[in-house]
């Protein structure tokens, strides 16, 4: 009882003979050296707010203010982007919420009291909320009626809630027909939306003032939708009329512009104008990791390594980026959750490599392009109910941010945040790996067949939990003193590994959550079974009695020390058999 009690404060007998054969393991290495090694880096806090954004679309208030407690804070993500908080048209598609009748913060979403207790219940959390905001244009011309919150509109520009008037409208009424002409893009239709005229000093005021009341209501910044839709120069005017209004540093205020490139295009309308004010979509990453995944990996044309590397993309600092959002995966240009793994293998990829700001997009399963939020009514979307299976049917909610592969890598960005890509090496046709400084390691297996692989990185030897694969560490590998490790990567899997994450200090039970979609419940126990932590154990215990056994040669111990050790290497093999 008392060798218990003792062992206790070390996670117990196993822990207790783990630590102890780490320890001798660093012990023998160092011997054997002249000079220290540097020590082990920390992990990232996990109450430390990261820059990962999750894409909430069309999840009313209620159920993002649930998800802040229970998920977003808890697993390290930055912030949490929303769908458009203001009135809209009535409806049950989701485009419906990107075409407002008033800036009233009652919404097919939830009312302006639930916004507000959202965003302190996030706020709590230690998850900024970003609003998405809808300031290019109101409803369409072919509409007309009431909004969701019963305010009158109509289809000649008659807005009476905010109010506008036909004569707060460009005066073209044609829809975009020439991208290479910036004063049809800027001036026109955008689909048949009545179009905004921003150059006007009233409409600027306006909008300013409805994001005015979203940062008082507490938000964190902003996705500024349809912005190419808007000139840089009417951007630069809006955004310092918010700063008037609110007497607040910008500079401390998220501001993220959609603005679609295309080296076609006028040049008016290229992402660099409107670096200014803010940061800009980079779909070009979207595009890449489709092409990349869908073929290999490692092509020297559009492969992974290409990522962020043409001087025409916008700097990592600047870019906002994601394997998918709302409008991509219904336009067939970027992987979507119908691809399975890649589309898991793509999102680890992003959260691992450091190009641009990530976002995770968590939407829900559909059949028609149109389909809105599961259960949603023309004019309310009921709270989201996550799964309890993973067979992904149409009408139902992904919940993504709670799939085990996601949580796993939303840990491995923050804790390798601000260090370098580092060990860049192809392992054969569509299986790669790299590291991020000596803080973590991914290597993916993008093939459709099963690779053994010795991966080399320069993580400091030790068990690590694989978060890729179990949400409870039960995949596990070893890294040796120089710095490799031997793997089984099954077809369509990975391995992720982090400083900090390692069986001693993991505190997840499940291996995998109920949202997981079947086939990774199915890869998870492959990968498990290919990278048991047993194992990696066993082959830490192998290692550590080589370097012992090398120490005593090279370094000349006394017979003393020598015996020392292999003592207490004795009582862990002792301890660890006790246990099993």
């Given at each position: 009882m008392r060798i218990w009690a003792k062992a206790r404060g070390f996670g117990g007998l196993a822990g207790l003979a783990r630590k102890m054969t780490a320890a001798f393991a660093s012990l023998a290495a160092a011997l054997a050296s002249a000079s220290m090694l540097p020590p082990a880096p920390s992990a990232v806090a996990a109450e430390q707010r990261g820059d990962v954004i999750v894409i909430a679309f069309q999840t009313n208030w209620n159920s993002v203010a649930r998800e802040c407690a229970e998920t977003y804070g808890p697993e390290g993500v930055g912030f949490v982007q929303v769908s458009p908080p203001q009135e809209s048209i009535t409806g049950t598609q989701w485009w419906t919420s990107y075409q407002p009748v008033s800036y009233r913060l009652d919404s097919k979403l939830g009312t302006e009291?639930?916004?507000?207790?959202?965003?302190?219940?996030?706020?709590?959390?230690?998850?900024?909320v970003i609003a998405d905001v809808v300031i290019n244009h109101?409803?369409?011309?072919?509409?007309?009626?009431?909004?969701?919150?019963?305010?009158?509109?109509?289809?000649?520009?008659?807005?009476?809630?905010?109010p506008y008037t036909a004569a707060n409208f460009h005066d073209c009424i044609q829809n975009v027909s020439n991208y290479r002409d910036a004063d049809n893009v800027q001036n026109c239709r955008l689909t048949g939306l009545q179009d905004l005229d921003t150059g006007q000093e009233y409409v600027r005021g306006r909008l300013a003032e409805y994001m005015a009341e979203l940062l008082d209501l507490g938000v964190a910044g902003f996705r500024v939708d349809a912005v190419k839709h808007i000139s840089a120069d009417d951007m630069v005017a809006i955004k310092s009329e918010l700063a008037r209004r609110t007497n607040v540093d910008l500079d401390d205020v998220l501001f993220e512009q959609e603005v679609i490139g295309s080296a076609s295009e006028a040049k008016e309308i290229q992402p660099s104008n409107y670096l200014r004010t803010g940061k800009v979509s980079e779909f070009n990453v979207n595009v890449r990791l489709k092409e990349a995944f869908d073929g290999d990996i490692n092509s020297s044309s559009f492969g992974l390594a290409r990522i962020g590397a043409s001087a025409s993309w916008v700097e990592s600092d600047k870019a906002a980026v994601w394997v998918t959002n709302w409008d991509t995966e219904r336009n067939g240009s970027a992987l979507t959750y119908k691809d399975g793994a890649k589309y898991l293998l793509a999102n680890a990829f992003l959260l691992a490599y450091g190009y641009g700001q990530p976002h995770l997009y968590s939407g829900y399963y559909f059949g028609d392009a149109d389909d809105g939020a599961p259960g949603a009514t023309?004019?309310?979307?009921?709270?989201?109910?996550?799964?309890?299976n993973g067979d992904e049917a149409d009408g139902t909610w992904q919940c993504a941010q709670r799939w085990t592969a996601i949580r796993g890598m939303i840990g491995f960005h923050n804790a390798v945040s601000g260090t370098e890509v580092v060990d860049w090496r192809e392992y054969g046709e569509n299986v790669v790996g790299f590291g991020r400084g000596e803080i973590g390691y991914l290597a993916v297996n993008n093939s459709d067949a099963p690779v053994t692989r010795t991966f080399a990185t320069s993580m400091p030897a030790g068990v690590y939990c694989n978060v890729y694969a179990s949400g409870d560490c039960s995949?596990?590998?070893?890294?040796?003193?120089?710095?490799?490790?031997?793997?089984?990567?099954?077809?369509?899997?990975?391995?992720?590994?982090?400083?900090?994450?390692?069986?001693?200090?993991?505190?997840?039970?499940?291996?995998?959550?109920?949202?997981?979609p079947d086939w990774f419940v199915a890869s998870a126990v492959e990968m498990a079974a290919a990278q048991p932590t047993a194992q990696a154990d066993a082959v830490m215990d192998g290692?550590?009695?080589?370097?012992?056994?090398?120490?005593?040669?090279?370094?000349?111990?006394?017979?003393?020390?020598?015996?020392?050790a292999m003592l207490l290497v004795a009582v862990a093999a002792r301890v660890r058999r006790f246990v099993s």
């Open positions: 009291s639930e916004f507000k207790d959202m965003v302190e219940e996030c706020r709590a959390a230690g998850v900024g109101m409803a369409g011309a072919d509409r007309s009626g009431m909004g969701v919150a019963g305010s009158s509109f109509d289809g000649s520009g008659d807005f009476p809630a905010v023309a004019t309310a979307v009921v709270d989201m109910v996550c799964p309890e995949a596990a590998v070893f890294v040796k003193a120089d710095g490799t490790f031997e793997a089984t990567l099954p077809a369509g899997s990975a391995v992720a590994v982090y400083a900090g994450a390692t069986p001693d200090d993991w505190s997840g039970k499940r291996r995998v959550n109920s949202a997981d290692e550590t009695a080589e370097a012992i056994e090398e120490t005593s040669r090279s370094a000349g111990l006394s017979v003393v020390v020598l015996a020392a």
